[in-house]
C-alpha cells in the first residue's frame, strides 16, 4: 500500500492505459479521482472496479481538449478531495493518414487533444500541488512513436515527442516545489482501441513477433506508473521510461 493516503486523478480512466493506470493505483492504496470524455460509456464501471478494491472514486466527466474542460476538471476534483497528490495525465488523440493528404484542421485537432490538453491539465494541477504545498507527482503517458517516425502518423508523432520535452522542461522548473515530473512511453498496448485499428490475427501475429511475445496490457503500464508516483521513486524526475516489452529494438 504505498500509495496509502495519496488522492490521484487519471485522465482517460474509462478504459485502456488510464483505467489501467486507475486500477493499479488504487491497488497501492491511493484514492482516485477518475476522468473520462462526457457520455463515456466506460467510465462508470471504472469507478466501480476501484471502489470494490476498497478505495473512494470520484467521476468527473470533463472535456480536457479545451483549457475550460480542464479548469472544471481540476476544480471539481479539488473540491471533493481536498487535494490532489497524483497526477497521471492521459489525453490523446489521433487520426492515421498520409501526410500530403493530412487535413492541416485534423492536425491541429491532433497537437490540440495530446500536446496541449497535457499542459492545460498538468499546468492547473500542479498549481493546485504548490498552492497546498503538496509533493507531487506528475506522470504523463507519451508513446515510443515520440522518437519511432511511424508513418500515417505525424501529427500523433509530433505531439508525443513534444509531449515529452515539454514534461522533462515542467520537471525542471518544479523540482524547487518538491514535484517529479516524469514521462512513461508505452510500446503496442492491448487496448480496445488496438482491436479496432487492427484485425484479431494481426494482433495475434504481432504480438508474437515481439521480444517479449506478447503485447503489453494497461496494467503493465499502471504498475510503472504506480512505481513513479511511490516514494521508491523519490530521486526520479525528467525521465522518461519506456515500457514496451522490447519493442523498440524489435528489429534489431
Given at each position: 500500500?504505498?500509495?496509502a493516503?495519496?488522492?490521484?486523478?487519471v485522465?482517460?480512466?474509462?478504459?485502456?492505459?488510464?483505467?489501467?493506470?486507475?486500477?493499479?493505483?488504487?491497488?497501492a492504496?491511493?484514492?482516485?479521482?477518475?476522468?473520462?470524455?462526457?457520455?463515456?460509456?466506460?467510465?462508470q464501471?471504472?469507478?466501480?472496479?476501484i471502489?470494490?478494491?476498497?478505495?473512494?472514486?470520484?467521476?468527473?466527466?470533463?472535456?480536457?481538449?479545451?483549457r475550460?474542460?480542464?479548469e472544471?476538471?481540476?476544480?471539481?476534483?479539488?473540491?471533493?478531495?481536498?487535494?490532489?497528490?497524483?497526477?497521471?495525465?492521459?489525453?490523446?488523440y489521433?487520426?492515421?493518414c498520409?501526410?500530403?493528404?493530412?487535413?492541416?484542421?485534423?492536425?491541429?485537432?491532433?497537437?490540440?487533444?495530446?500536446?496541449?490538453?497535457?499542459?492545460h491539465?498538468?499546468?492547473?494541477?500542479?498549481?493546485?500541488?504548490?498552492?497546498?504545498?503538496?509533493?507531487?507527482?506528475?506522470?504523463?503517458?507519451?508513446s515510443?512513436?515520440?522518437?519511432m517516425?511511424?508513418?500515417?502518423?505525424?501529427?500523433?508523432?509530433?505531439?508525443?515527442?513534444?509531449?515529452?520535452?515539454?514534461?522533462?522542461?515542467?520537471?525542471?522548473?518544479?523540482?524547487?516545489?518538491?514535484?517529479?515530473?516524469?514521462?512513461?512511453?508505452?510500446g503496442w498496448?492491448?487496448?480496445?482501441?488496438?482491436?479496432?485499428?487492427?484485425?484479431?490475427?494481426t494482433?495475434?501475429?504481432?504480438?508474437?513477433?515481439?521480444?517479449?511475445?506478447?503485447?503489453?496490457?494497461?496494467?503493465?503500464?499502471?504498475?510503472?506508473?504506480t512505481?513513479?508516483?511511490?516514494?521508491?521513486?523519490?530521486?526520479?524526475?525528467?525521465e522518461?521510461?519506456?515500457?514496451d516489452?522490447g519493442?523498440w529494438?524489435?528489429?534489431?
Open positions: 500500500m504505498k500509495l493516503g495519496k488522492q490521484a486523478l485522465t482517460g480512466a474509462g478504459r485502456g492505459i488510464g483505467k489501467g493506470c486507475a486500477l493499479e493505483l488504487a491497488c492504496g491511493a484514492d482516485l479521482v477518475i476522468n473520462d470524455r462526457p457520455g463515456s460509456p466506460d467510465v464501471a471504472t469507478a466501480q472496479e471502489r470494490d478494491l476498497g478505495r473512494q472514486c470520484t467521476v468527473v466527466e470533463a472535456d480536457i481538449f479545451s475550460s474542460g480542464c472544471d476538471l481540476v476544480e471539481r476534483a479539488v473540491a471533493a478531495v481536498g487535494m490532489l497528490d497524483i497526477l497521471v495525465s492521459n489525453p490523446a489521433a487520426v492515421r498520409e501526410f500530403l493528404d493530412y487535413d492541416p484542421d485534423v492536425f491541429e485537432k491532433v497537437i490540440q487533444g495530446t500536446l496541449v490538453s497535457g499542459f491539465v498538468a499546468q492547473l494541477t500542479a498549481r493546485q500541488m504548490v498552492e497546498s504545498k503538496t509533493p507531487g507527482r506528475i506522470v504523463f503517458i507519451s515510443v512513436q515520440a522518437a517516425p511511424y508513418r500515417l502518423s505525424v501529427g500523433y508523432n509530433a505531439a508525443k515527442a513534444g509531449l515529452n520535452h515539454m514534461a522533462r522542461t515542467i520537471a525542471v522548473e518544479l523540482t524547487e516545489h518538491n514535484i517529479r515530473v516524469n514521462v512513461i512511453e508505452p498496448i492491448d487496448t480496445p482501441g488496438e482491436h479496432i485499428a487492427f484485425d484479431e490475427e494482433i495475434r501475429e504481432q504480438g508474437a513477433k515481439l521480444p517479449l511475445k506478447r503485447l503489453g496490457t494497461p496494467s503493465d503500464i499502471g504498475k510503472a506508473a512505481f513513479l508516483c511511490s516514494d521508491d521513486a523519490d530521486y526520479i524526475t525528467g522518461v521510461l519506456r515500457v516489452g519493442f529494438f524489435k528489429d534489431c
